[in-house]
């Protein structure tokens, strides 16, 4: 199944694919929260929730498989590293005391994912203390154990956690698409360009495509497998009382 998608169509794969949505985080989104405090425009990343949530609607409905990250530190940080802690702003550090608890800290209300996009169900979180989402953690376990080859990447930052997300995935071997308009950074040019960069030179990084075209092809999908399931239905109903399917 085909997806429009730039530098050229994606062959979607729904039963080999994974919605992988990157930290969706209180921090980050919510007014209040560490990013505005450094002085950014959270309503720069606000924008990318409610596609988000259509989406994730949608993948939950054709019953595909869905995984969350959060970007944080144990709360005695001995997973911060100094090249990490010493970046950034002086004047408030991964681990300080924030307005939703220690900030980029693993339990506090911040770290949390917003609720709108919150995990449901058996929806794995994956808990990363890095920008990648496969730095120090099971993602690359995970999605082998379950025969995923291909990521829908959402998400905040742009040109932070979802594109080191993205080219980490590359190098392990992963078919990537980033949906433009469910990732969003504080910054338009970053976001501009590091979806330029993904698509670059046939695709280097990956694929970018939107959000409408990823929902027609899930209905699509959904229908098809319905129909396929009253087929079988059809056939069992045929083999246990001699009725005849219908076509």
């Not at 990343?45 to 596609?51: M, T, V």
């Not at 990250?69 to 005695?76: A, K, Y």
Request: charged share 25%; with cysteine; net charge negative.
């Amino acid at each position: 199944m085909n997806i429009a998608a730039d530098p050229y169509p994606f062959d979607f794969v729904p039963e080999r694919c994974a919605l992988l949505i990157i930290d969706m985080q209180r921090d980050f989104l919510e007014p209040g929260g560490f990013g505005e405090m450094l002085g950014n425009d959270v309503s720069q990343l606000r924008r990318a929730i409610e596609p988000n949530v259509k989406l994730l609607a949608a993948w939950r409905a054709a019953k595909l498989r869905v995984i969350h990250t959060r970007e944080g530190h144990l709360p005695d940080l001995t997973d911060l590293h100094a090249a990490k802690k010493n970046r950034g702003s002086h004047a408030m550090r991964i681990g300080d005391e924030g307005p939703m608890g220690r900030i980029l800290v693993r339990g506090e209300r911040g770290h949390d994912i917003i609720p709108e996009l919150y995990p449901q169900g058996e929806e794995p979180v994956v808990d990363k203390p890095g920008k990648g989402a496969f730095h120090a953690t099971d993602l690359h376990d995970l999605l082998k154990h379950q025969g995923i080859r291909q990521l829908v990447v959402t998400g905040v930052t742009t040109e932070v956690c979802v594109s080191t997300t993205v080219r980490e995935a590359n190098d392990r071997g992963y078919d990537c698409l980033i949906v433009e308009d469910c990732v969003a950074s504080y910054f338009p040019e970053f976001h501009k360009w590091s979806l330029e960069m993904t698509k670059a030179q046939g695709g280097i990084f990956g694929w970018v495509s939107e959000s409408r075209h990823l929902l027609a092809a899930l209905e699509k999908w959904s229908a098809r497998s319905d129909a396929n399931a009253g087929s079988a239905g059809n056939v069992m109903m045929n083999q246990k009382g001699g009725t005849t399917p219908i076509c």
